[in-house]
């Protein structure tokens, strides 16, 4: 079975102004989505998923990587990064994680960034023009809540139902103007442990 891609959709924008103070810099702020064709629709309840994702979620990964990177103007532009998948309606949720949550897809993001963080995720189900939410954070440092950011578009006609939508984000920076601090003051204002914060 070949990978069926209907359309890659890419979204930017520019934010100048937040709070009626300028940006500066400007955030930047991207994402990159394919629209395919459910490889386990009609198949009904398949347990086995593993031959599609080995197959299809290393393309996926690369071509989505290769788009973002090109959108952003280099992977040294992009600070912030993350992941989302998207069912129809018809589709299992399963079906669309299984092609994000594999380090074939998200590696070659981060290998390309050469991040240490996890890359944050969404996975959800909807009918077409359903916003697509791509939570981001920092791509080296998993406390930097200045990079707590989310890339939100949607598709006008996808997901059909038999479709499956996947994405990656990114952004310049962080927040214009973020001032809420970060994990470790936290931590430190409560006392808690760094490496233990629970206590556990």
Request: a negative charge; glycine letters at 10%; hydrophobic letters at 40%.
């Amino acid at each position: 079975m070949e990978l069926r891609i209907r359309k890659i959709v890419t979204f930017a924008e520019q934010v100048m102004f937040e709070g009626e103070k300028e940006a500066d810099p400007i955030l930047r702020v991207f994402g990159v989505a394919a629209v395919v064709r459910n490889p386990w629709a009609g198949r009904g309840y398949v347990e086995d998923l593993k031959p599609e994702i080995k197959a299809f979620a290393p393309k996926l990964g690369k071509l989505l990587t290769d788009q973002i990177v090109a959108l952003a103007g280099g992977a040294d532009q992009i600070e912030a990064y993350g992941k989302a998948a998207m069912s129809g309606l018809d589709c299992e949720i399963e079906h669309a994680s299984a092609l994000i949550h594999t380090l074939r897809f998200g590696n070659y993001y981060r290998e390309a960034l050469k991040a240490k963080s996890y890359l944050g995720f969404t996975n959800t189900r909807g009918p077409a023009n359903t916003q697509i939410n791509i939570p981001l954070m920092d791509r080296h440092d998993t406390g930097r809540r200045s990079h707590y950011l989310t890339v939100q578009f949607s598709i006008y006609d996808a997901p059909a139902d038999d479709e499956l939508i996947a994405a990656f984000g990114g952004a310049s920076g962080g927040r214009p103007h973020h001032r809420i601090g970060d994990r470790y003051q936290d931590l430190k204002d409560i006392g808690a442990d760094i490496d233990n914060p629970a206590g556990l």
